[in-house]
């Protein structure tokens, strides 16, 4: 997977990300817990709340207007539910790499 | 019941809510209607108002519906109205054609937007004027007004109601994107200064009435379904008692019966207001917004000396040929500005005759046509 | 059943009206006629009170010949024209009367629109199963597999069940009749007009004109003798296999529900919306 | 008598409450002050977000075209609603700009009060920087009864946010007195400029 | 695949049979309509015909379903046409104001009977003519033709297709109860012969298509949905690549092309026929079945002494005001008779700005106008 | 579930359209676009391939964005456009998307017509129970009793079902889904599409700014919380009581059924046209 | 009964009356069979075959043009068939009161 | 070339055929005989019962106006036709009754021709009747080809029943062969009448 772009086809013209990869390295009893990335595209996302507010493992906080603050990337199950439901397509969730993750 | 006015003589209204004020005030005691922008308060506003009054709001499935519905209530005897903008005013043609045909009062309010089709939503338009006079099949009398104020919003639906009353007609009343969402103060007349006219219901026994018959001022009395009076209403051409006839002679009478009635009344159809006119010898013919945009454009005009005047049209069609006339001969100059490609352009021009010169101003682009754009246009060749 | 029938109807025709109508031999639509008279008769309205709505077609022809309050209206809009009336003057009884086409092609919107209100209306639905008036194209209850003006090489299309549609879209109460079945139309359509809500009644008529001719059934009779050879009662049916009910159609009152009626329901929003 | 036009421009972002305070300062002068107004504001999708507008023209007399020629003054609550709208402000029109949000004005005659900042911190609720504003434009248009502003007001805010948005208006007449319009320049813009 | 055209070159044809076989000539392949008299012989003719031609033919639950279908089919790059009378030609509108808009070619028959809404569903009448150029909400372009014979039925169709697919613009063809039940020979032309015009489809790759390109001619190449070239569709105004706008500059080009697409066509689209007007002093100005009779009366009044000509009109609208003009200057008297109250008499005052004596002759009553009547009115004042 | 959906939702966006979309924050118009990209993309099926049409409303915008053969055409008649297009040329797939007033208000009859009809055609319907676009008038899906800015005294009428009319009407496929029930939604989508015949998805999707705000539900949250609290899969439901089934909602393939499709028919009628 | 008309209200201006009321006056065995009188208005009658066709007691015979010949009005059981399904109300049916048929 | 415009109207009730016999006329004419022609009916409820009537105009010339303006030929095969449509007849025009139904005749310039009778006496099927009538119409109006007009009845009428048709057209030939239009008088309508 190396070299795939993490942004997504459109690059929106002033967009920012704003959460990283998250990089802790945690390691779950007995299998290795897969770990994830969250990216939002500020000029995209709205402030809905959805994502902040469905998330099952109270991954993602809310900044002073409802955006998305990714508090708890390391939690992250993947479930993908806050990509799914968001109406803007301003989030994108990615697997990392186990490799990746190795590299780090 | 409750009071049908607004509890202050005073109040700030937007041009809707002022339609929707006159059609309680005129006796409106039905609405149906399709929502639709910009266009929709009206229906907002009925809908928290007619239950008040004892009237029905009812939203219909589309405006066919409910310009069916409206035909129904005021067969039933009680005045009616539905309002719309363009997209729906297109689909209401065929039965507002009925109407015309079985002589049914009914008011229906056009609120115009810009563009054809789907247009432009949220912006002013006046592209629907040829449209009200000529959107039905056949070759059907009508008749049209269009107000430029939200204080014609209220006197002019009024009025609406009282021509459609007295001369058994649908009444097409226009209205743009610019009168209906502006707000203004309106000083409401008390009840007993407003002027109602009812239909005149039938005063012979039910034996004696020819419910469609050719009398001396061509409108026949009306009488309510289930007054005892039971007769025969149809959209086919029909005689005298209202049942349907091929017979030349019959249709003939009929149909021109249809324009004769409104051939009589015109004095009092035909609304216009002058501005500055007595001794103008450049003029604008304008209606709706754009004569509001127009009166400026004449005070800026004569204030740079140009002896400008305006003829605001307020009743559309039956077009008021003869006033026109007189402005033709009049002016030397006359500015027909429009916000659309040029349609009561086309009507004055029909009536000079060459008499003077006559210009048009249009604007298609969706935007309020301003007083020194017609300013312009005035002062063009001085 | 009284003792001279005819002799009823012709007290609630026009008599300023040219008979006999306009409806070619054996059609349908003056059995249909003679039964809402009945009905209406039975029922003791005055016929002041009776409002009796068309569309167009050949069953839009009716209301002219019987004196009651009557409005020929256009092409599938009855039920709107209808809905004013009843909502302006809910005294009045409003019942509509509408061909196949008339209520479910071009009226089909108003007519699943005026099931789901529930105004307090009856519409009787002509199912002649094609477009009578207009030389017999193929309407939405045309069987798939005959014959219409604009089906020459056979009808591709597959026919509403007009009752089901009425059903689902919220009726109150909806039945289905023949004009074989004279007796039971009678009593249909006098529980359709009693009925407070929506009720329709689908009445399977013959047009042996325009679609008998196209589909070797040319005159009423073989038509009538369809009806007969193909109608069970719901009560029949419901003991009959599904196999038995192939070719079959229902008649009697298929559905018959308690429901608020508009009228009701906006004379609340009056009280609450008060002064 | 002669025509004695005064026009109002309000400018900010589709979600500022823009409108309901052209409304209630229409309401104030055109029904409690007993004069002619005309209320209009741009409608439609922009008004989901975006730069919206809302105009109030207040006259002796009726008024004849709707909209505003030249305002009077020119209320902004944003800095693009003031890069936009600036250069139709009449030469000798006011400016009236909330410094929370606005920062660089383009001219000297311009009354800077941070509407925002004093909802927030004064008022403790940002979303009633409108009445704010409407306080302050209600003092430096000087046509406006503001007793009748405050009645208009309170007859249009929902039920409940009464005492709320009184207190805002408040705020801004307060704001707004200790701005001394006899020492701005004379003229917003240049009229060489134009 | 079947011929399309019937074996014999002679035929003895009904106009609706006409202008079926027209349609088909001209490379219609769709169809969709809805019943009504006088026009349902034109879908019954096709249903039988269009599964032949390995085309389409659809009977849908309306005229307005009839309209939204058509469009359909033309944007997947299939000619199309329907067919209908008064009431359904009303309840298009909404729809041919689409597809004026998106500038979707396609043809719309209206056959027009006597009579105001249902009117006079067997009689003849012209009743519709000014609803086809107004009868859309906006300000919408439109291309409207009138035939008058059975052979017209035929070519006029044709040439109505050619015209929609080169303007990319609605149609209108009106045909009237007199010439669509009557039976007349037809005499085809080899195919060879007929003059078939398609829309132009791009030709650059898909990347560089500008769907609505404000090009030199106004026309922008049109393709077809599922060719790869994916563009938007709306009945919003748009910009040049079909995406909603309300900018004012946008709009005004938007609709300024428009209407600059067919002034640029003028000459081949403005079609007309004289009959004895060279050297005529009166003339009759007529279309449609009257034409005929106008005809007639022309030959009686010339053998009665007097110089008659007749300009008889195919395109309605866009009124051909320059070759209407010439015929005014050259006339001491010009007749327009109609089966309506004066429609088109209206458009002929307008251009003739008082240059001569212009009357108009109507009867309303679903009978045709016969030659004695125009005879009449051309000896009336002699 | 690919790894990167929101990657893949971009392949299909039109890259020349501004960018976030016209509808509110947290409109669940943007949740239903996202699904049926996801199905489309799972089908294979090329952007050439798919025309998508819709009418108008909130709803109606969505076409715009997205980079297939896309047509906004007027208020409550996509379908017949549609109809138009995919008789014109069955290759192409060809999907509607349509609001709950758009679908069942104005255009309630090219609704059940095309349903009757067969023709092979997707209906997507999203039923957010409000005119969104006009600003929140009741629609034939508002529920009886709940405000609108045309029912301020609470709303009197009764709610179509719009998945029961689809079966009643004869459509081939009929599935309901919600916009917090995402991942059903795909799947429900992606069968419709593969359907040959008229298929139909319902969405429970939330305005919350018109419907929402007036009925206590005034974000997109608490409306997604309803719907996950009151669907039920038709499996679920099937165990369970009618009175345990009260507020409840059904999700899932309602309906699926082989019959012909209409272009097959009339290839038929072709064949026996012949020369 | 005596004094009702056996015209009904509405009288055709050329209407025939085609067949007279029957007045045989055979007995069944055990009870007084009832007896009726059939009327046909010409003018309105189109002649479509319905009556003479449905008639359970072959009463109903067709003339050269299908119009209704009541050739055994003696059979007739009064269902009323004929009255009932004639599209043109152009059929009478009335019971003869026995009173009345005494007097014959 | 002179214009050589012969007028024909077919009249009777509703169910007689007559449209159908103006079409084989009319195509006779226009596509066998290579004239121009131009046929028209009345159309509509009148269709289904009362007075209908049916019109061919063949000219040598493209024929402008559509209608028959003074028939050269009427045949009516009831008396209410022929009450009704008798005073439009040229005053040399021709009149051919039906003289089974038609008993009393305005003029003597008539031809009559029991076409019922020898439908039903002949032939064996009234219905064909107006096949019998368009033979001699065929006949007397001597501007036919006999020959076309039998090819054009053969393709018009339903298959399977060309040999009737045939046979009537024949009879009706036959009929009216016997007819000495020579020695009818010159007029039909006294000029003086009208
Ligand atoms: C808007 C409109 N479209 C079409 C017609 C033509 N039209 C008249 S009646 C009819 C259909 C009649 O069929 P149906 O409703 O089944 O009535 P029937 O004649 O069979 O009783 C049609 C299509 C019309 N009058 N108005
Ligand atoms: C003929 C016509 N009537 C009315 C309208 C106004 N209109 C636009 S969208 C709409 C309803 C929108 O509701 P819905 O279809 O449920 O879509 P939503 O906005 O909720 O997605 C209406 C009434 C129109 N555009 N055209
Ligand atoms: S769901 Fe999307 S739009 Fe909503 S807050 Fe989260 S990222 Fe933003
Ligand atoms: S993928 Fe699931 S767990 Fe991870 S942030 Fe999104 S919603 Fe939370
Ligand atoms: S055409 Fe059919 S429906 Fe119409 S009157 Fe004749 S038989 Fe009846
Ligand atoms: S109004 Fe409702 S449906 Fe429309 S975009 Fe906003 S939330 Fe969505
Ligand atoms: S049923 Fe009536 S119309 Fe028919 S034949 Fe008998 S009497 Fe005559
Ligand atoms: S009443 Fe019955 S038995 Fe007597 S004639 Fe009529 S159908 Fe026959
Ligand atoms: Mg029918
Ligand atoms: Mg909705």
């Known amino acids: 997977m190396t070299g795939k772009k993490k942004r997504p086809a459109v690059r929106p013209e002033k967009g920012t990300q704003r959460s990283k990869p998250s990089k802790s390295l945690e390691k779950q009893s007995g299998r290795a817990k897969k770990r994830y990335s969250h990216t939002v595209f500020e000029d995209w996302c709205k402030k809905c709340g959805i994502c902040s507010s469905f998330c099952p493992k109270n991954v993602i906080g809310q900044d002073e207007h409802g955006g998305p603050v990714f508090e708890r990337p390391e939690d992250c199950i993947g479930c993908r539910f806050c990509e799914l439901h968001c109406p803007d397509f301003a989030i994108t969730v990615q697997e990392l790499d186990s490799d990746t993750v190795g590299d780090v | ?382 | 059943m009284p003792k001279e029938i005819t002799k009823l109807i012709h007290k609630y025709l026009r008599h300023d009206k040219k008979f006999p109508h306009v409806w070619c031999p054996g059609c349908g639509n003056g059995v249909i006629l003679g039964s809402l008279i009945r009905a209406i008769d039975r029922l003791g309205l005055t016929k002041d009170e009776i409002v009796l709505a068309s569309g167009i077609g050949c069953s839009g022809r009716m209301p002219v010949y019987v004196d009651f309050n009557t409005l020929h209206t256009t092409h599938g809009r009855a039920l709107t024209f209808a809905t004013g009336i009843k909502l302006a003057k809910p005294s009045l009884t409003v019942i509509t009367v509408m061909g196949d086409g008339d209520a479910t092609a071009i009226g089909g919107n108003h007519f699943i629109h005026a099931a789901r209100r529930n105004v307090n209306l009856t519409a009787i639905i002509i199912n002649n199963q094609i477009y009578g008036m207009t030389g017999g194209q193929f309407s939405p209850t045309t069987p798939y597999g005959s014959h219409a003006a604009t089906a020459p090489y056979g009808h591709i299309e597959h026919a509403f069940s007009i009752a089901e549609l009425a059903v689902t879209a919220g009726a109150a109460f909806v039945g289905r009749g023949t004009v074989y079945h004279v007796q039971t139309l009678d009593k249909l359509i006098k529980a359709a007009v009693l009925k407070r809500g929506f009720s329709v009644v689908e009445i399977i008529s013959n047009c042996h004109i325009q679609f008998g001719r196209r589909n070797e059934m040319g005159n009423p009779v073989t038509m009538m003798e369809w009806m007969r050879d193909h109608a069970v009662t719901v009560e029949k049916a419901e003991k009959m296999t599904s196999e038995d009910l192939e070719d079959k159609f229902t008649i009697g009152i298929l559905a018959d529900e308690e429901k608020p009626i508009y009228t009701e329901e906006y004379d609340k929003i009056r009280e609450r919306a008060g002064d | 008598m002669a025509e004695e036009r005064y026009e109002v421009r309000l400018s900010g972002s589709g979600g500022q409450g823009i409108i309901i305070a052209a409304i209630v300062l229409a309401e104030a002068a055109g029904v409690y002050d007993k004069k002619f107004v005309c209320q209009s504001q741009s409608y439609g999708p922009e008004a989901r977000g975006g730069t919206s507008k809302a105009e109030v023209i207040i006259s002796n007399q009726t008024i004849d075209y709707p909209k505003a020629i030249k305002p009077d003054l020119l209320l902004s609550m944003n800095q693009e609603a003031c890069d936009t709208y600036f250069s139709d402000l009449k030469t000798d029109g006011l400016l009236v700009v909330d410094s929370t949000l606005v920062h660089q004005v383009p001219t000297n005659r311009v009354a800077a009060i941070p509407f925002t900042r004093i909802a927030r911190k004064e008022i403790g609720k940002e979303m009633v920087a409108n009445m704010v504003a409407l306080g302050a434009v209600g003092v430096l248009s000087q046509i406006i009864s503001l007793e009748n502003l405050e009645k208009a007001l309170l007859a249009r805010v929902p039920k409940g946010t009464e005492e709320i948005n009184r207190k805002a208006l408040h705020a801004g007449i307060e704001a707004a007195k200790t701005i001394d319009l006899k020492h701005l320049p004379l003229l917003a813009i240049d009229e060489e400029e134009i």
Chains 1, 7 share one sequence.
């Not at chain 2, 202050?8 to 209204?13: A, D, G, I």
């Not at chain 2, 409206?70 to 539905?82: E, F, H």
């Not at chain 2, 005063?203 to 309510?224: C, F, K, L």
């Open chain 2, 1 to 382: 019941m409750a009071t049908v006015m607004p509890k202050k003589k005073r109040s700030l209204l937007q041009g809707n809510e002022a339609i929707a004020l006159g059609a309680l005030a005129a006796g409106c005691r039905f609405f149906a209607g399709y929502p639709i922008t910009p266009a929709s308060e009206i229906s907002e506003v009925l809908s928290a108002r007619m239950p008040r009054v004892g009237g029905t709001f009812i939203q219909m499935e589309d405006e066919i519906a409910s310009m069916g519905a409206i035909i129904g209530a005021s067969i039933a005897g009680i005045k009616s109205m539905t309002a719309t903008s363009g997209p729906g005013f297109s689909l209401m043609q065929e039965n507002i054609g009925y109407a015309c045909i079985t002589e049914t009062p009914c008011v229906v309010v056009n609120v115009m937007r810009g563009g054809g089709s789907t247009g432009l939503p949220t912006c002013p338009g006046q592209g629907d004027v040829m449209q009200a006079r000529w959107g039905t099949h056949g070759d059907n009398p009508i008749i049209v007004l269009a107000v430029s104020t939200v204080t014609d919003c209220f006197d002019i639906t009024v009025r609406a109601f009282n021509l459609s009353e007295k001369y058994r007609i649908p009444v097409v009343l226009l209205s743009d994107e610019v009168v209906s969402h502006t707000r203004e103060t309106v000083i409401f007349p008390s009840p007993q200064d407003i002027e109602i006219v009812d239909r005149v219901t039938p005063s012979v026994p039910p034996e004696w009435y020819v419910p469609y018959e050719n009398n001396s001022t061509g409108i026949p009395d009306m009488a309510a379904f289930g007054e005892g009076y039971r007769y025969h209403v149809t959209g086919l051409v029909h005689d005298e008692r209202g049942f349907p006839t091929q017979h030349p002679e019959e249709v003939k009478t009929f149909t021109n019966r249809l324009f004769r009635k409104l051939t009589q009344g015109l004095h009092e159809i035909q609304i216009i207001k002058t501005f500055m006119m007595n001794d103008a010898d450049v003029a604008v013919i304008a209606y709706g917004s754009v004569a509001r945009s127009a009166q400026r454009a004449v005070v800026d005009a004569r204030s740079k000396g140009t002896k400008a005047g305006l003829l605001q049209l307020i009743t559309l069609f039956p077009f008021p040929e003869r006033l026109v006339d007189k402005v033709l001969k009049q002016c030397i100059r006359v500015l027909v500005p429009e916000m659309n490609m040029g349609q009561i352009y086309r009507e004055v021009q029909r009536v000079n005759q060459g008499k003077t010169d006559v210009k048009k101003y249009n604007r298609i682009d969706g935007q309020f046509i301003t007083p020194d754009e017609i300013l312009g246009e005035l002062l063009l060749e001085e």
